[in-house]
């Protein structure tokens, strides 16, 4: 009666070689389900259970709301076993956990991992520190490299920037000053050597670096104190009609002639003529009776 009624189902008068005898031994329930409609045979059935029953070997399942801490643990690694290129997020909470993540992203093992390409001499023992930092933030080798040529770029402009302004001070000062900057800026340089100026503000005069308004208020200290009443004498060893001792003039020769750094050598210097005349002058009262 069975056979008959799925005949009667499938097909009032189907035969053996149809394709859905294969279903009469089935329950009628199972059957008459609709997800067997895509099956010819019972070997289409079989095979789609061997594939179901693969798949399912290589499935993962997801750990429920009520799960532990073990669980979780298992879950992940089985995860990252069967799909080798996913890396999970770190607990922000844990430092060593953050790091290990940073290291697979691209973090060097050492601040040195970190290459800085080139850059100027002036800003190497910065790089250096900045190294150690990047490395103590956990920067990946491509966010290194984007800080670093912003920084290196920055002081570049900085630099040009200053360079320029720096020009634009020392041609307001020769245009005011004139023929006079290269003797007051001597007065100013022998100021600062007898009152033991630090090298560093030295080395401001002896390059031109100085800004118009400091080198005005040097002038100005200078005329002040080797003015009327004034206790220093900014030309050394000079008498009241403004000549120099004899020694003092040879004195004065040596220490001008023998500064290779001096103006006095650079003819392209502003100083230059100043100073070539005042050796000349010094020579003249080195000689004198």
Same mark, same amino acid.
């Given at each position: 009666?069975k *056979?008959y009624?799925?005949?009667?189902k499938?097909?009032t008068?189907?035969?053996?070689?149809d394709e859905?005898?294969?279903?009469?031994?089935?329950?009628?329930?199972? &059957?008459?389900?609709?997800?067997l409609? =895509?099956?010819?045979?019972?070997n289409?059935? &079989?095979k &789609?259970?061997?594939?179901? #029953?693969s798949?399912?070997?290589?499935?993962?399942?997801?750990?429920?709301?009520?799960?532990?801490?073990?669980?979780? @643990? %298992?879950?992940h690694?089985s995860?990252?076993?069967?799909?080798?290129?996913l890396?999970?997020?770190?607990?922000?909470?844990?430092?060593?956990? @953050?790091?290990?993540?940073m290291?697979r992203?691209?973090m060097?093992?050492?601040?040195?991992?970190?290459? %800085?390409?080139e850059?100027?001499?002036?800003?190497k023992?910065s790089?250096l520190?900045?190294?150690?930092?990047?490395?103590g933030? =956990?920067?990946? *080798?491509?966010?290194f490299d984007?800080?670093s040529?912003?920084?290196v770029?920055?002081?570049?402009? %900085?630099?040009?920037?200053?360079?320029t302004?720096?020009?634009?001070?020392q041609?307001?000062?020769?245009?005011d000053w004139g023929?006079?900057?290269?003797? #007051?800026s001597?007065a100013?340089?022998?100021?600062?050597?007898?009152?033991?100026?630090?090298?560093?503000?030295?080395?401001k005069?002896t390059?031109?670096?100085?800004d118009?308004?400091?080198?005005?208020?040097?002038?100005?200290?200078?005329?002040?104190?080797?003015?009327?009443?004034g206790?220093m =004498?900014f !030309?050394?060893g !000079?008498?009241? =009609?403004?000549?120099v001792t004899?020694?003092?003039?040879?004195?004065q020769?040596?220490?001008?002639m023998?500064n #290779?750094?001096?103006?006095?050598?650079?003819?392209s210097?502003p100083?230059?003529? %100043?100073?070539? *005349? *005042? @050796? @000349?002058?010094?020579? #003249?009262?080195?000689?004198a009776?």
């Open positions: 009666m *056979k009624n799925l005949r009667l499938y097909g008068f189907a035969k053996d070689g859905n005898v294969w279903r009469e031994g089935l329950d009628e329930t199972l &059957a008459g389900d609709k997800g409609a =895509d099956f010819k045979d019972l289409g059935l &079989a &789609a259970y061997l594939d179901t #029953k798949d399912l070997g290589r499935s993962i399942r997801l750990p429920g709301s009520d799960a532990g801490e073990d669980a979780l @643990v %298992a879950f690694q995860l990252t076993e069967k799909v080798p290129g890396t999970p997020m770190p607990d922000l909470e844990n430092a060593e956990s @953050v790091t290990a993540f290291k992203l691209g060097p093992e050492e601040a040195s991992g970190y290459d %800085a390409g850059i100027p001499e002036s800003l023992e790089m520190a900045f190294q150690a930092a990047a490395h933030s =956990d920067l990946t *080798k491509k966010q984007v800080l040529k912003f920084l770029t920055e002081n570049a402009d %900085a630099d040009a920037a200053s360079v302004a720096n020009q634009a001070e041609d307001k000062l020769k245009l023929e006079t900057l290269g003797n #007051k001597q100013i340089l022998e100021l600062m050597k007898q009152t033991g100026a630090p090298d560093s503000l030295v080395d005069i390059g031109h670096k100085m118009m308004a400091s080198m005005k208020w040097f002038n100005g200290l200078v005329e002040a104190l080797s003015g009327e009443g206790q =004498d !030309q050394g !000079q008498h009241e =009609d403004g000549r004899p020694d003092e003039a040879k004195t020769i040596n220490e001008i023998g #290779k750094k001096s103006p006095y050598w650079d003819a210097d100083q230059h003529a %100043a100073l070539v *005349k *005042k @050796v @000349v002058e010094l020579q #003249k009262q080195a000689i009776a």
